[in-house]
């Protein structure tokens, strides 16, 4: 039986690598040593930043609820209170969306949850 080579899964790799450093600068994009270690941080700031971007929406969204409820003066803190004792179940996302394109609907929940507190 002849001996196997790994020739073409090597190359196959390779090139895997060398098509992920496309847009690089110089060795970056050229050299294959420099291409891999270019494409492992780059995988390395993609994982972590996938993980953080979730982080930075939540504060985003907590930011224009506060600015929302404080325009029908309440709290952050007293809005999530309220809605939470008046078993309204909307998310974050959803209220912070509504602190900047609906007002009229936010200031309805703001009375709910005043009330709720009250």
Do not use: C
Request: net charge positive; no cysteine; proline share 3%.
């Amino acid at each position: 039986m002849p001996r196997s080579k790994t020739v073409v899964p090597g190359r196959s790799r390779r090139k895997k690598v060398m098509k992920a450093a496309k847009g690089n600068f110089s060795g970056r994009r050229k050299l294959y040593k420099s291409a891999l270690q270019t494409v492992q941080r780059a995988g390395q700031f993609a994982y972590e930043h996938r993980r953080l971007k979730k982080r930075t929406f939540r504060a985003l969204w907590v930011t224009r609820i506060n600015a929302g409820a404080r325009l029908n003066g309440l709290t952050y803190s007293t809005m999530i209170a309220g809605l939470k004792k008046a078993n309204v179940e909307v998310n974050r996302k959803l209220l912070a969306d509504l602190a900047v394109r609906d007002a009229p609907a936010f200031a309805m929940l703001a009375e709910v949850a005043k009330a709720a507190t009250a």
